[in-house]
């Protein structure tokens, strides 16, 4: 991997190390999630090729955070003292137009990051159109990525607020919930708070959470690693429990509702979530246990009409032979083959509610979603 330059060794502030992504205008450190939960280690990002390497690495992971982390590389570099740019307003747009488009190709399964991508090309397209020099282009640039790191904190805790009221309506019945989660969808794969784990944090918050169950999410280990994390750093009562253990908690009877984050939700409600988001919504569905996607509206992508457009990346089988998602020691047998999609699709039929910042969008007639009508009723308003 590129040598990306170490800022800090085992960070000890309580805070600090829920934050993955440390801005402040010229400069960007990315928490290397790849080492945690031990060592709290940022790398300094200088540029859009740094940010490339970091996403596709694993360094930041998380469709909001990578999202977030590729449009402030490019802020960064345009900000340098020494990015000397000597051309026009529309070869500045097309320069950062070109280097988008690369950071998009880093991971190509969750949809904010190109979305944020084409709202920033928007943006330094209508820029050079009025723009005396290039520097005013890149300006407009570098503050419509700040933007993009500030909104997403609120709609998070937005996210949790709707998220929690609308589940305590529909489990009148008890006092307490308990929820299960998979993968990591906490501050670490955001810009703080976090989707399902926020709606989790807003339960707690509420003083009706009874425990929060987390998967380890085998292959790389986001839920044990990450969330398990999160969750003991909040003092949030939480259990570990294998991936392979899920089906039994809930024929247990110990789990109210599954909360998942989402990659990229289609127009009819099939969501993209990391590798076994699918087998938690079966067994879900079979246990009479409540399954709802919590996802910003910029992980909803009108586009595709279902999920079966979504492309799935599949990742190195070393996350699979090897301890450490591919870091650490072999140990599967030498000479096996391997199939390691990074995600899978969950049909819309076993979802019950998709949790927004703008609100819950649930099924009509308890059919369908409709979720084109839903996201354009919110941009009238
Ligand atoms: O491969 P990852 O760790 O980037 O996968 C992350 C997930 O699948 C999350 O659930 C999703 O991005 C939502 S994060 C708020």
């Known amino acids: 991997m590129r040598n990306m330059k170490m800022v800090e060794k085992e960070e000890e502030e309580e805070e600090s190390c829920l934050q993955s992504i440390r801005y402040q205008r010229g400069s960007l450190h990315l928490l290397d999630q790849r080492k945690l939960p031990l060592n709290t280690i940022y790398l300094d990002i200088p540029d859009a090729a740094h940010a490339w390497e970091a996403i596709r690495e694993m360094v930041v992971r998380g469709a909001p955070a990578i999202a ?209 988001t699918y087998s938690l919504a079966l067994s879900a569905k079979h246990h009479g246990v409540l399954f709802f996607v919590a996802a910003p509206l910029t992980s909803i992508d009108l586009s595709l009409s279902s999920g079966e457009e979504i492309v799935i990346e599949e990742r190195s089988a070393k996350e699979l032979l090897n301890t450490r998602g591919g870091l650490g020691e072999q140990v599967a047998a030498s000479g096996i083959s391997v199939w390691n999609p990074a995600f899978d699709v969950t049909p819309a039929n076993l979802i019950d509610g998709i949790i927004t910042e703008k609100g819950v969008i649930t099924k009509v007639g308890n059919e369908v979603f409709d979720i084109k009508g839903f996201v354009q009723k919110t941009m009238s308003n």
């Open 68 to 276: 977030i982390a590729a449009a402030l590389s490019l802020a960064v570099q345009v900000s340098k003292p020494d990015h000397q740019f000597t051309g026009t307003p529309h070869e500045a747009a097309s320069f950062l137009i070109s280097k988008l488009d690369y950071l998009v190709s880093s991971r190509p399964t969750a949809v904010n990051l190109s979305d944020a991508a084409t709202k920033l090309t928007d943006i330094v397209i209508n820029s050079a159109a009025t723009a005396t020099d290039a520097h005013q282009v890149f300006q407009a640039y570098i503050e419509a990525a700040e933007i993009m790191l500030e909104e997403d904190v609120a709609s998070n805790k937005a996210i949790g607020t709707y998220g929690s009221s609308f589940i305590l309506n529909h489990r009148k019945d008890i006092n307490k919930l308990s929820v299960l989660t998979h993968c990591n969808t906490g501050s670490l794969a955001t810009a703080g708070y976090g989707t399902a784990l926020g709606v989790i944090r807003a339960l707690y918050a509420d003083g009706v959470l009874e425990r929060a169950y987390c998967t380890e999410t085998r292959p790389f280990n986001q839920g044990s690693r990450l969330t398990a994390f999160e969750l003991v750093h909040d003092k949030i009562p939480a259990t570990l429990i294998a991936d392979s253990a899920a089906a039994a908690l809930m024929k247990a009877g110990r789990v109210h509702v599954v909360i998942v984050g989402a990659d990229r939700v289609a127009a009819n409600g099939d969501t993209a979530n990391k590798i076994g």
